[in-house]
C-alpha cells in the first residue's frame, strides 16, 4: 500500500498541515492547564496521520488548535502552516476563508452535530450557501445529491427531504462526511469518528474515509484512542502522553516495535486477539494520568513507566529523532522521547 | 457444572407511547424469545451491536422492569426460585445475590454521598441487614478488596478518578456479598491503561468471592479475553453461543462473522466490509422469520417466512441459522 502512495505523491509532495512547537495552556483556577506542551507534527498530501492518546493527553485540543478553532482564553505558542501559509498570522476573516476553502473537521458523535429541527436539505443549503450565498436551492440539491452519493447514502434525492432523527449513527457520520466535502477540503481533520458506533458501522466510516483519501487525494488527521483502529488506517502515528509526543514513527513500526516504554505499556494492557485470563493476566500500568495543572519536571510518563530510573524525573527527556542518530535513516523514520539506554534501538 | 441462572424464552415488548410526533403507539419488541442457562462460576459474554438487547437482557434478568413473557430462575442451596415482580421479598433476597454494575461509574453514584454511604445504604434496606455497626466493617474490607485505601470511605466521588469510581461501583455491589455480578460495559468509558486494571481486578475478584459473572461489552476482544462462554444476540435473539476459544476461532452464524470480521486487530489489515449494506433489524416491525434478514449473505426464501430455531451443531456451540451446520 505504501509503495503504491509513493509512485503518486513524488508529483504533489507538499506538506498540508505543518505544526511546530505548539503548545496550548487554559487558565483554570487551580492554575495553568497545560494542555499541549511543544507537539511538532506535518501531514502531507494524501497521507494520514493518527494521533493516539488516552483523555486529557492532548490530542484533540492539538487539532482544534491547528485549525484555529480554540476560545479567546486558549494561551497558544509556536507556529501552524496550513497549505504552506502561517496561519498563526493570518487576521481571523482570513483564517476563516483559508479554512473555509482547505480544511474539514467531522466530530465524535454525529447526532449532536445536527440541528434536530433542520432537515438533512436544508443543513446542506445552509453549508452550501456560506460559501456561496447566490446559489439556488436546485443547485444546492444537485450538490447535495452528488456529495450524498459520495458517501454512499442510497436514494439521496429522497433523503434529503428527511430529518436527523430518522437516520442511524452510522448513516448520520456519513453525511457528516459529505458535509465536510462540501468545501472541496484538501485536509479532513476526524476526531474520534467511530467512537459512538458499533464496530461493523465502525469499519464501514473508516474503509468510506480510507476511499475517500485515495479518491480524492485529502490528506487525513485521524484522532483516536484506539490504537488498533489508528494502525488500519493511518500511514504514520503520533502518540501523546500528557501534553507531550512520546513517539512518532511508521504505523506499522509504531505498533509492532514501539520504542517509547509508553506505547509498550500501552500495547500490553490491551488483550490481544484470542488470548483469555485463565492463561495470562493482562500486564497493566499502574497509577493514573498526570494532573495537567501540576508541573512537574521529568518525562511525564516516569511515575508509572516499568523501566523507571531515577534521572527520569530530571527533565523532560528530548523527542530523538532517527536522523539525529544515523545519516540516511531519512526524515521519515520515527522518533521517541526516552533517556533510558536499554529502550534505544 | 450446575446452573446458577436460567432464563427460558425470555421476551420484552416496550410500548411507545402516542404523542405529539406520534399518532398511535408502537411496539417495541426489544427481546424476543431468549433462552440462556448461565453456569455457576463462569463468566458469560454477551456480545452484539447496540439494540441487540445485552442489556434489556441483563436488566430484566434483575427486574429492573418486569419481562412480557417467559421464565428467569435463579438456583441456590438445594432450592429453585422463579423471579418475577410478583413476590417482593424473594426479589429483595434476589437482588442481593445478583448484582448490577452499570457502564458509567460518574452518573452512577450520587455525587453528594460519601463513600462509606454510597457502599452501605443497599444494604442497610437488604433483607438481611448486619446492623449499622457491622456494615462500616463491611464496607471497610470491600474497599480495600477493590484496591483502594480504608480512609477513602470519608470521600467523595468528585474526589476520584474514572477508574477509582469504577472500584467504588464493584465495591457497592459486592457489600451484600453477591453471587454473580452483571458488568454492564464496565469499561468502556475508561481509557486503555486504566482497563486493564480493572479487567485484573475483575478476574481477581472473581476467585477470592467465588462470583459467576455475566459481562457485557461491545469491545470483542475483551469479552473474548473476559469470558469463558459467548452469546451472541442480535435484534433481541440469540444467535449463536460458544465456548469462548471456539467461538474465537471458528465463528459459524454469518451475523458473528461479520462482526468479528469488523473488529479492529493490531495487526492493521483494514476490516472486511460489503455485506454489512442492507437495513438493520427494526425493533418495531420485527420480521416473521430470522432477525438478520435484510443483511445476510446466505439469506433465502425460507429466512424471510420460519425463524430458525437454536441448534446445538458440535457440543456446547448452538447455531440459529438454518444454512450452518
Known amino acids: 500500500m505504501a509503495d503504491e502512495r509513493e509512485g503518486t505523491t513524488t508529483a504533489v509532495s507538499e506538506t498540508v498541515l505543518d505544526v511546530r512547537g505548539l503548545t496550548v495552556s487554559f487558565p483554570t483556577g487551580g492554575g495553568m492547564l497545560r494542555a499541549v506542551r511543544g507537539v511538532d507534527f506535518a501531514l502531507r498530501r494524501g497521507e494520514c496521520l ?10 484533540s485540543v492539538s487539532a482544534l488548535a491547528a485549525l484555529g478553532l480554540l476560545g479567546r482564553d486558549a494561551h497558544i505558542d509556536g507556529s501552524v502552516f496550513l497549505d504552506g501559509r502561517d496561519a498563526r498570522s493570518l487576521a481571523p476573516a482570513q483564517l476563516r476563508a483559508l479554512r473555509g476553502t482547505f480544511a474539514s473537521m467531522i466530530f465524535q458523535e454525529p447526532s449532536r452535530s445536527f440541528d434536530p429541527i433542520y432537515s438533512i436539505g436544508r443543513t446542506f443549503q445552509e453549508t ?23 458517501v454512499h447514502i442510497p436514494r439521496a434525492e429522497e433523503r434529503l427531504k428527511n430529518f436527523p432523527h430518522q437516520f442511524s449513527g452510522g448513516m448520520l457520520q456519513r453525511i457528516m462526511i459529505a458535509l465536510a466535502l462540501a468545501n472541496d477540503p484538501d485536509l479532513l481533520i476526524a476526531d474520534e469518528p467511530t467512537t459512538a458506533l458499533d464496530v461493523t458501522i465502525q469499519a464501514e466510516i473508516v474503509g468510506l474515509l480510507d476511499e475517500l483519501r485515495s479518491r480524492r487525494g485529502l ?40 520504542r517509547s516504554p509508553y506505547t509498550r505499556a500501552l500495547l500490553d494492557a490491551l488483550p490481544s486477539w484470542g488470548s483469555h485470563y485463565g492463561k495470562e493476566r493482562l500486564r497493566t500500568i499502574s497509577g493514573s494520568v498526570p494532573d495537567p495543572t501540576r508541573h512537574e519536571p521529568g518525562c511525564p510518563f516516569a511515575p508509572r513507566c516499568p523501566l523507571v530510573a531515577e534521572r527520569c524525573s530530571a527533565a523532560i527527556p528530548p523527542l530523538v529523532r532517527d536522523e539525529d542518530q544515523a545519516a540516511g535513516a531519512g526524515p521519515r523514520a520515527g522518533a521517541y522521547r526516552c533517556i533510558l539506554p536499554g529502550v534505544k534501538t | 457444572m450446575s446452573d446458577i441462572i436460567r432464563v427460558s424464552d425470555l421476551a420484552k415488548v416496550y410500548k411507545l407511547e402516542a404523542g405529539i410526533f406520534a399518532s398511535a403507539s408502537r411496539w417495541v419488541w426489544a427481546l424476543n424469545g431468549v433462552s440462556i442457562a448461565i453456569r455457576h462460576g463462569e463468566t458469560y ?18 427486574q429492573l422492569f418486569p419481562h412480557t413473557s417467559g421464565r428467569i430462575e435463579y438456583f441456590t442451596g438445594n432450592e429453585r426460585w422463579e423471579i418475577t415482580q410478583s413476590d417482593p421479598r424473594l426479589l429483595r433476597r434476589f437482588r442481593s445475590d445478583v448484582k448490577y454494575v452499570f457502564q458509567d461509574p460518574s452518573s452512577s453514584l450520587d455525587p453528594r454521598m460519601e463513600v462509606r454511604r454510597i457502599l452501605t445504604t443497599g444494604l442497610r434496606y437488604a433483607e438481611r441487614s448486619p ?32 477508574g477509582q469510581r469504577q472500584r467504588i461501583s464493584l465495591a457497592r455491589a459486592l457489600i451484600s456479598d453477591p453471587r454473580v455480578l452483571i458488568c454492564d460495559e464496565v469499561v468502556s468509558a475508561l481509557d486503555v491503561s486504566i482497563q486493564g486494571q480493572i479487567l485484573n481486578l475483575l478476574i481477581e475478584l472473581k476467585q477470592k468471592f467465588s462470583l459467576t459473572i455475566i459481562f457485557i461489552a461491545h469491545d470483542l476482544t475483551v469479552v473474548s479475553y473476559m469470558s469463558d462462554r459467548i452469546g451472541v444476540l442480535y435484534g433481541g435473539s440469540l444467535m449463536e453461543e460458544a465456548p469462548t476459544a471456539e467461538l474465537v476461532r471458528s465463528p459459524l452464524h454469518p451475523y458473528t462473522q461479520l462482526l468479528y470480521g469488523a473488529m479492529p486487530r493490531l495487526d492493521g489489515k483494514l476490516p472486511e466490509r460489503g455485506s454489512t449494506g442492507g437495513a438493520p433489524y427494526n425493533p418495531t416491525r420485527p420480521p416473521v422469520g430470522c432477525p438478520f434478514v435484510g443483511r445476510c449473505p446466505l439469506e433465502q426464501e425460507k429466512c424471510r417466512t420460519v425463524k430458525p430455531e437454536l441448534r446445538e451443531v458440535r457440543p456446547g456451540h448452538r447455531v440459529a441459522c438454518h444454512f450452518v451446520g
Open chain 1, 50 to 59: 493518527g494521533i493516539v492518546g488516552e483523555s486529557g493527553s492532548g490530542k
Open chain 2, 45 to 62: 459474554g454477551l456480545v452484539g451491536e447496540s439494540g441487540s438487547g445485552k442489556t434489556t437482557l441483563a436488566k430484566a434478568l434483575v
Open chain 2, 131 to 162: 446492623g449499622s455497626a457491622r456494615l462500616v466493617e463491611r464496607a471497610r474490607d470491600v474497599l480495600v478488596a477493590v484496591g483502594l485505601r480504608e480512609d477513602d470511605l470519608e470521600r467523595r466521588p468528585s474526589e476520584f478518578s474514572g
Open chain 1, 128 to 150: 452550501l450557501r456560506v460559501k456561496d450565498p447566490t446559489l439556488s436551492r436546485a443547485e444546492c440539491q444537485a450538490t447535495a445529491v452528488r456529495l450524498l452519493s459520495e
Open chain 1, 219 to 258: 490528506s487525513l488527521l485521524f484522532i483516536s484512542h484506539n490504537l488498533a483502529l489508528v494502525g488500519q488506517i493511518a500511514d504514520r502515528i503520533l502518540v501523546m502522553y500528557a501534553g507531550l509526543v512520546l513517539e512518532e514513527g511508521p504505523a506499522g513500526i509504531v505498533l509492532s516495535q514501539p
